[in-house]
């Protein structure tokens, strides 16, 4: 005859108790304070980029999916919680300002104004689609915000903007975990490859910017001798 622990029959049963870290705090919050703890935990996401989004959206659809809350409740508490995070940093980029912004960037070794002028003349063009694309790219979800506070972007189109991009980035991986319930990790897995795809990008374009900065400087020092 076979002897079963309950304890452990219980928690291999339930999935919930075997995660751990990010993942078990937003777990426990929105078991706490339900569907609001989901939009608390993104808008937390947006002021703090190492919290993931991509493993706390698919949480919170495997939290709707165990009937803590619906699904609708879940997507429309992390659109909430994205677009007040995204919120507050607008907030910041508007506090600091162009001039100020110029002149912290000016500090900055191997960067020109002509350098600011080209970035501040590429987002007035393209702004509006950085703003509702940029929510549905890891790191650059909460970055995206301030130069849009910078440059003063209409308040009611970065809502607008914000609410449009975050909602379909929310619903692909709310109703990802929803429907994979206690395989909500898959999710994690394929946007981890999608986040180091973007990873390795930025980084290769830092260091051709670097090379091509320091190459023009040497360039501009021999000129001069």
Do not use: C
Not at 25 to 51: C, K, S, T
Not at 186 to 191: G, L, T
Request: proline letters at 5%; charged letters at 15%.
């Amino acid at each position: 005859m076979t002897n079963t622990n309950p304890a452990a029959a219980a928690q291999t049963a339930d999935p919930a108790s075997n995660l751990g870290g990010i993942a078990q705090w937003a777990v426990d919050l929105m078991e706490v304070i339900g569907a609001p703890g989901a939009g608390l935990a993104i808008a937390l996401e947006n002021l703090f980029p190492p919290l993931p989004s991509e493993i706390i959206l698919p949480l919170a659809g495997f939290t709707a999916s165990r009937g803590n809350f619906s699904l609708f409740e879940a997507v429309l508490w992390t659109t909430l919680g994205s677009v007040i995070g995204a919120l507050v940093l607008y907030g910041v980029g508007a506090a600091l300002g162009r001039h100020r912004m110029r002149v912290l960037v000016g500090k900055v070794p191997l960067i020109d104004i002509e350098d600011i002028d080209r970035v501040e003349a590429w987002f007035e063009r393209h702004g509006y689609k950085a703003v509702f694309f940029g929510r549905m790219i890891p790191l650059f979800r909460s970055l995206i915000s301030v130069p849009a506070g910078i440059e003063r972007m209409p308040v009611w189109r970065f809502v607008l903007l914000t609410t449009a991009g975050s909602l379909i980035w929310n619903v692909i991986f709310v109703l990802a975990g929803f429907y994979l319930g206690e395989n909500w990790h898959i999710v994690e897995q394929y946007s981890g490859v999608f986040k180091n795809i973007v990873i390795v990008v930025v980084v290769l374009f830092v260091v051709y910017w670097l090379a091509s900065k320091t190459l023009k400087y040497r360039r501009n020092r021999a000129g001069r001798n």
